[in-house]
T-cell receptor, first 113, second 115 residues
């Protein structure tokens, strides 16, 4: 079975400062990992995904994430936060060969002007 | 392409009433899913379908039924709504290929309130 732990339920940063959203996973097999973003009252949008190619994955809007197998982590980062980044972010794991996703509980990102 | 669409966007029900949520996708995807989203819980899988005429239970199936009569549509039914079913419901679809390009595509959600 796989599981995802998002280590912070709420992160608050000032505009222009770095963003770090932390995610740890457990999976019996080589996983695929995703980050989705949900803006207020909107659906889910895929930010980026790791699928066993490069361990550093670049996504949309300047976000990136690094897959660290030894630490079972897939943290999401951005060098400089923008007001439009305020949203909820979900870390998601999929076991190799499976079509089912397991979601973390989400991290709400607030950006202070 | 519209992608994944959901009808309705909002709904208020009284306890005991029934309703059906409709999900439609135009990407010719084999697999479709229904999730519910509750504060602090992430998304949890209710039911899913791996093809026309087939459905299966997910993590939280109680109180819901589903049907997949056409490949492009996936219906979620509440026979007797309860306040615990107040939630935001998301539909998603994916191809049957589970290789590295696998991705689920999500609809905009339906906000349901049961009073």
């Amino acid at each position: 079975a796989q599981s995802v732990t998002q280590l912070d339920s709420h992160v608050s940063v000032s505009e222009g400062t770095p963003v770090l959203l932390r995610c740890n996973y457990s999976s019996s097999y080589s996983p695929s990992l995703f980050w989705y973003v949900q803006h207020p009252n909107k659906g889910l949008q895929l930010l980026l995904k790791y699928t066993s190619a490069a361990t550093l994955v670049k996504g949309i809007n300047g976000f990136e994430a690094e897959f660290k197998k030894s630490e079972t982590s897939f943290h999401l980062t951005k060098p400089s936060a923008h007001m439009s980044d305020a949203a909820e972010y979900f870390c998601v794991v999929r076991r190799a060969g499976s079509y089912q996703l397991t979601f973390g509980k989400g991290t709400k990102l607030s950006v202070i002007p | 392409n519209a992608g994944v669409t959901q009808t309705p966007k909002f709904r208020v029900l009284k306890t005991g009433q029934s309703m059906t949520l409709l999900c439609a996708q135009d990407m010719n995807h084999e697999y479709m899913y229904w999730y519910r989203q509750d504060p602090g819980m992430g998304l949890r899988l209710i039911h899913y379908s791996v093809g026309e005429g087939t459905t299966a239970k997910g993590e939280v199936p109680d109180g819901y039924n589903v049907s997949r009569l056409k490949k492009q549509n996936f219906l979620l039914g509440l026979e007797s709504a309860a306040p615990s079913q107040t939630s935001v419901y998301f539909c998603a679809s994916s191809s049957s290929w589970t290789g590295i390009s696998y991705e689920q595509y999500f609809g905009p959600g339906t906000r349901l309130t049961v009073t």
